[in-house]
């Protein structure tokens, strides 16, 4: 794993910020990395602790015995907290997971002079872990460095964003996704249209890529072409079918349709815009519009909107592939 600051794509506000901070001393014991998923907070994050660690000058040097065991991922000193899925459930972090760090956090460090945690969606603790965080971050045992990494800030209670200094970070811009995809072997013309498609989200962009993400996107917009003649027979056929799917994939396809039905709404306003995400299907797009008035549109970015924020509580997915299903036919069907 290469932790350099220049490994990091875009965000050079924030890295110019960071590194000062460091060379300055006075980075603070708690921060928060929030933005869009798969903007590169969490490498971020790993360049951070990686300096934090290390003790040359210019950290992180690449050299050293901390840098080494950072790249590698057996540093003694530095501890990292993700979410835990149980069958099909969302993914939670749990006071346990936070009670067995913070047995960690407190003991004297082995090869730095400094002990580092980072928690990885943040958002995704409960309850119970958040309020014995908060203690932790109240009262830090030892030389211990905070790294919270976050899409969703609102989702963490109040008193947590209160004791931790936010860095927010923004998309990133496509040139620098094409790179970075170009460096991975992608040909030019698949990473120019996965960038397209990233929503500045160099993760998503290759998520898009290896998980074949683009026959996804073709099947949602399909599923769109389909709608305004789809039977019940059908919708009960694709509610089984997508209720077999897992969280994620059913995030990603939902992602797709969502991007969708906001370019055939920039397309109303100029079918030439250089402003929609799936330049590849401009034409495609176009010729689904004369089924898709402006206000159905609208009222179908609603309820995909809302099936995006239901996935990610412990709702049943065949019913809520079924109750969506329904609704989106209908929206369609009756006000055509």
């Given at each position: 794993m290469e932790l350099h600051w220049e490994d990091v794509a875009g965000h050079e506000t924030q890295k110019t910020q960071l590194r000062t901070m460091l060379r300055e001393h006075r980075l603070p014991h708690a921060l928060l990395l929030t933005g869009p998923d798969g903007v590169g907070k969490k490498k971020l994050g790993h360049v951070l602790a990686a300096a934090l660690l290390?003790?040359?000058?210019?950290?992180?040097?690449g050299h050293c015995a901390s840098c080494r065991a950072m790249a590698s991922g057996t540093h003694p000193d530095y501890l990292e907290v993700l979410p835990e899925r149980t069958g099909r459930s969302a993914a939670v972090i749990r006071i346990d997971a936070i009670r067995s760090m913070q047995?960690?956090?407190?003991?004297?460090?082995?090869?730095s002079k400094q002990r580092v945690v980072l928690i990885?969606?943040?958002d995704c603790m409960n309850e119970a872990a958040e309020n014995s965080l908060l203690k932790t971050l109240e009262e830090p045992e030892g030389a211990v460095t905070f790294l919270l990494v976050t899409g969703a800030r609102s989702s963490l209670l109040d008193t947590i964003l209160s004791r931790c200094m936010p860095l927010s970070f923004g998309t990133v811009p496509e040139d620098a996704i094409v790179r970075v995809l170009a460096q991975r072997g992608i040909a030019a013309e698949e990473a120019h249209e996965l960038a397209s498609l990233s929503d500045g989200s160099i993760g998503r962009a290759i998520a898009l890529h290896e998980h074949e993400g683009?026959?996804?996107r073709d099947d949602a917009l399909d599923f769109l072409a389909k709608l305004p003649q789809m039977d019940m027979t059908s919708v009960w056929k694709r509610?089984?079918?997508?209720g077999e799917f897992d969280r994620e994939t059913l995030s990603e396809w939902f992602l797709y349709l969502n991007m969708m039905l906001r370019d055939m709404l920039v397309l109303y306003e100029d079918g030439g815009s250089s402003l929609i995400y799936h330049k590849d299907i401009r034409a495609r797009l176009l010729a689904l519009l004369p089924s898709f008035p402006e206000p159905v549109i609208?009222?179908?970015l609603a309820l995909v909107r809302e099936t995006q924020r239901r996935l990610q509580s412990n709702v049943n997915l065949r019913l809520l592939m079924e109750g969506f299903h329904i609704r989106m036919r209908d929206v369609v069907q009756i006000r055509n």
């Amino acid at each position: 794993m290469e932790l350099h600051w220049e490994d990091v794509a875009g965000h050079e506000t924030q890295k110019t910020q960071l590194r000062t901070m460091l060379r300055e001393h006075r980075l603070p014991h708690a921060l928060l990395l929030t933005g869009p998923d798969g903007v590169g907070k969490k490498k971020l994050g790993h360049v951070l602790a990686a300096a934090l660690l290390c003790e040359a000058e210019d950290a992180p040097c690449g050299h050293c015995a901390s840098c080494r065991a950072m790249a590698s991922g057996t540093h003694p000193d530095y501890l990292e907290v993700l979410p835990e899925r149980t069958g099909r459930s969302a993914a939670v972090i749990r006071i346990d997971a936070i009670r067995s760090m913070q047995v960690e956090a407190s003991r004297y460090p082995v090869l730095s002079k400094q002990r580092v945690v980072l928690i990885d969606d943040a958002d995704c603790m409960n309850e119970a872990a958040e309020n014995s965080l908060l203690k932790t971050l109240e009262e830090p045992e030892g030389a211990v460095t905070f790294l919270l990494v976050t899409g969703a800030r609102s989702s963490l209670l109040d008193t947590i964003l209160s004791r931790c200094m936010p860095l927010s970070f923004g998309t990133v811009p496509e040139d620098a996704i094409v790179r970075v995809l170009a460096q991975r072997g992608i040909a030019a013309e698949e990473a120019h249209e996965l960038a397209s498609l990233s929503d500045g989200s160099i993760g998503r962009a290759i998520a898009l890529h290896e998980h074949e993400g683009l026959l996804r996107r073709d099947d949602a917009l399909d599923f769109l072409a389909k709608l305004p003649q789809m039977d019940m027979t059908s919708v009960w056929k694709r509610s089984q079918e997508m209720g077999e799917f897992d969280r994620e994939t059913l995030s990603e396809w939902f992602l797709y349709l969502n991007m969708m039905l906001r370019d055939m709404l920039v397309l109303y306003e100029d079918g030439g815009s250089s402003l929609i995400y799936h330049k590849d299907i401009r034409a495609r797009l176009l010729a689904l519009l004369p089924s898709f008035p402006e206000p159905v549109i609208f009222s179908l970015l609603a309820l995909v909107r809302e099936t995006q924020r239901r996935l990610q509580s412990n709702v049943n997915l065949r019913l809520l592939m079924e109750g969506f299903h329904i609704r989106m036919r209908d929206v369609v069907q009756i006000r055509n």
